[in-house]
């Protein structure tokens, strides 16, 4: 597919607020990715193909992911905001025709993080919480950090997700514990 070809399928299969929210998130990432020396087509395209399966029913991103033999924690498998991460990655590759690792590996961690994330990850990450639609308390200060320093932004995300998790007495995903824990051993080690 070429890439009018995926926007024209995504603007026809999802809602007009996610529709806008990703040609938010995917504008906020090329920018990012400039800033931070990440690749901007990567970032623009991983960010086009996001959320691809967030609309779809849990049934049918499991059978995606059982289909494309992806092995899933049970804590993902069962939860949709999770899951449509790394089914999300799995329709890229399969219906979107995308084989770029970096870019797949880029919407299969975006609703996690991860231990080990690279700038584009990082890049498309935080893209998805300040994208200009977004509006939840303290995304101006988020906007603004995101600018200034990227992994202090990215550990402001994955606070802010595990305080919203905590509020809503919902439980957290050990991935996200630990991909914090690791954005904050880097920052120290860099410094
Ligand atoms: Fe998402
Ligand atoms: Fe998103």
Known sequence: MTMEDIYNDLKRRISPKRFTHIMGVTKTAEILAKRYGADPDKAYL????H?????????????????ANVLVDRAVYENGALLHGLAGAVMARD?????DEEVLE???????????MSALDKV??????????????????LRKLAFIDLDEAVLAGYDS???HLLEQKLSIYFKTILG????????KRSR
Request: aromatic share 8%; hydrophobic share 40%; with cysteine.
């Open 51 to 67: 959320d691809c399966a967030k609309e779809l029913p849990l049934r049918q991103m499991q059978a995606m992911v059982d289909e």
């Open 95 to 99: 219906y979107y025709g995308i084989d």
């Open 180 to 187: 914090r824990n690791d954005c904050l051993a880097q920052m």
């Open 46 to 49: 991983a960010g086009l193909l």
């Open 161 to 163: 997700t595990i305080a």
């Open 124 to 141: 498309v990450f935080l893209a998805d919480y300040i994208e200009p639609s977004r509006k939840f308390p303290g995304v101006d200060a």
């Open 106 to 116: 880029a919407i299969r961690v975006h609703t996690t993080g991860k231990v080990g």
